[in-house]
């Protein structure tokens, strides 16, 4: 406990953007096993604390995992194959990297746009407007 209150301490000290990204929290994917597929049960948490459309998380996931999905009727994402939480968890800290924070200043305060066919990060906090490779 003493740790973690000198870890607080520390990091009210040291006002930088690390911080300030830490405090873009994404729930921790609950995921489960049905069958021969992976059950993803509060993706539109996820997706709604992302701020993007459920259908591009989507699709990253099944590129990152080589896998196929679907939404179903209550908005869960259901992924062919096992796939453990720890690994959902990466995929989708992967995709909060490539497409919500801002690769400039680092913060979350970001729309998805599509500028001459390119998909583009657009950042409003600083301004900046940064490829994503799509
Ligand atoms: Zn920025």
Redesign the pocket.
């Known amino acids: 406990m003493e740790y973690d209150d000198q870890l607080d301490r520390a990091l009210e000290e040291t006002p930088d953007i690390d911080q300030q990204a830490s405090r873009f929290e994404i729930p921790d994917p609950e995921v489960r096993s049905e069958g021969h597929e992976t059950v993803f049960e509060n993706f539109q948490d996820v997706v709604n604390r992302l701020d993007r459309n459920e259908d591009h998380v989507l699709q990253y996931l099944q590129g990152e995992l080589g896998t196929s999905a679907s939404i179903d009727e209550k908005g869960r994402a259901r992924l062919t194959g096992d796939f453990r939480r720890s690994r959902m968890a990466d995929t989708v800290e992967e995709y909060a990297e490539a497409y919500v924070f801002?690769?400039?200043?680092?913060?979350p305060?970001?729309r998805l746009e599509t500028q001459q066919g390119a998909k583009v990060i657009k950042?409003?906090?600083?301004?900046?407007i940064?490829p994503t490779g799509e």
Do not use: H
């Open positions: 801002c690769p400039e200043c680092g913060l305060d970001t950042c409003e906090a600083c301004g900046a940064s």
